[in-house]
């Protein structure tokens, strides 16, 4: 079963890319992003790629301009995800064939990145716009637009910002940071799962 769950690995390096993408994808998360403004992303990007077998969606986080998303496609990741909303990203990663998933605070971004061909909202920082801000946009955004809460939401929260309409979650230091343990991650990620199944 595929949850909308993102892993965001910030900061993971390629000698621990290849294990962590096998623990994340053992506890039901199969959604994994390496922000660019990690070391060396492109390398543990290609380790998870090879890792996954095509068992999830393996992309970059923190993409910010056309050339890292030509670079991404000729590695086979699976989706691109920004904090911002670039209509030249946007467009770049659909003719490379993968998920978009930008990011955007507001209605006149969302409908933007929605008409640029967007696959789904990244709500960032999520902590600011909130469940109440989500609600208030997803009462006049297509009723089949995936949004994703990013900074702020997490398994105490889940199921407020389901209510509110979000459909799924990316989950950064909650589930990871430099130097966490494969074995600390994968029981985080098992808790996210379970914290996700329980609201969904």
């Known amino acids: 079963m595929s949850r909308p769950l993102i892993a965001i690995l910030r900061g993971i390096t390629p000698a621990d890319a290849a294990a962590m993408t096998e623990a994340l994808l053992d ?13 060396e992303p492109f390398d543990s990007i290609a380790r998870m790629l090879d890792a996954a077998q095509g068992r999830g969606t393996i992309g970059a986080g923190t993409v910010l301009n056309p050339d890292d998303v030509l670079r991404l496609g000729q590695l086979g990741a699976g989706m691109v995800v920004s904090p911002d909303m670039n209509p030249r990203v946007i467009v770049a990663t659909k003719q490379a064939g993968m ?3 930008p ?3 507001t209605p006149t971004e969302a409908f933007a990145a929605l008409r640029n061909g967007a696959d789904g909202l990244k709500l960032f ?5 909130g469940p109440a801000g989500l609600k208030a946009m997803a009462a006049v955004l297509p009723a089949e637009t995936q ?13 407020e910002w389901m209510a509110a309409g979000a459909t799924g979650f990316g989950i950064g230091t909650a589930l990871y940071t430099p130097g966490r343990s494969v074995a600390d991650t994968a029981a985080r990620a098992r808790d996210l799962v379970a914290a996700f199944d329980g609201c969904a």
Do not use: K
């Open 27 to 39: 506890a039901g998360i199969d959604r994994i992003e390496v922000p660019l403004n990690s070391p």
């Open 99 to 101: 998920l978009s998933y």
């Open 147 to 159: 949004t994703f809460a990013v900074g702020g939401a997490g398994p105490d929260n889940f199921a």
């Open 103 to 105: 990011g955007v605070m």
């Open 125 to 129: 920082p999520a902590s600011l716009i």
